[in-house]
């Protein structure tokens, strides 16, 4: 069965400061990554997906294969960063069904 | 263009007791699911639906029943309410069930059992 491992349940860092969000993944198929946010009192929201290669408010992330990971990455940490930040795979086969990682709470201190 | 509505926000049952969480949405979304949120276990799906008219089961499906007798709309029934079921309960929707689509989530509903 698939997995996403995020291994930080808390994550703190400065402002200015570089961020690195830990993401890796086990899944037999070929994986679709994405990363939701989710900021306080907002809803649960995609940030990106690996697919589309972009850059979403700063921040980028991989898809390494060969590590099964896909880390989320930011070189200058913002206060509005802070937020619960979560790693998905979605499973083919049938729905849109993404299984997510249990997620990492970004907070970024002045 | 409200997006995906989820009501109620806070409900608080006795054990034994059921419910329906309503979940709609108005975007014309095909692919609608449910999950629930747990501390130190992130989301889970509950069950998912690709269309009016079908569904089926995700990751932790028992005591939960489903519908999708229309596009918009995607009710969660808790058949016999249980401790186990305190959790935070979200609906999401996407446009399609094909790669790379985005899901759209709720506000959330959270659910205790007494």
């Known amino acids: 069965a698939q997995r996403v491992t995020q291994p930080e349940k808390l994550l703190s860092v400065f402002k200015g400061a570089p961020v690195e969000l830990k993401c890796n993944y086990s899944y037999s198929g070929s994986p679709e990554l994405f990363w939701y946010v989710q900021y306080s009192r907002q809803r649960l929201q995609l940030l990106l997906r690996h697919i589309s290669r972009e850059s979403i408010k700063g921040f980028t992330a991989d898809l390494n294969k060969g590590e099964t990971s896909f880390h989320l990455k930011k070189p200058f940490a913002q206060e509005e960063d802070s937020a619960m930040y979560y790693c998905?795979?979605?499973?083919?086969?049938?729905?849109?069904?993404?299984?997510f990682g249990t997620g990492t709470q970004l907070k970024v201190e002045l | 263009n409200a997006g995906v509505t989820q009501t109620p926000k806070f409900q608080v049952l006795k054990t034994g007791q059921s419910m329906t969480l309503q979940c709609a949405q108005d975007m014309n979304h095909e692919y609608m699911s449910w999950y629930r949120q747990d501390p130190g276990m992130g989301l889970r799906l509950i069950h998912y639906s690709v269309g009016a008219g079908i569904t089926d089961q995700g990751e932790v499906p028992n005591g939960y029943n489903v519908s999708r007798s229309t596009t918009e709309d995607f009710p969660l029934r808790l058949l016999s309410a249980a401790p186990s079921q305190t959790s935070v309960y979200f609906c999401?929707?996407?446009?399609?069930?094909?790669?790379?689509?985005?899901?759209?989530f709720g506000s959330g509903t959270q659910l205790s059992v007494l």
């Open positions: 998905a795979l979605r499973v083919t086969g049938g729905g849109n069904k993404l299984t």
């Open positions: 999401a929707s996407s446009y399609s069930s094909g790669t790379n689509e985005k899901l759209f």
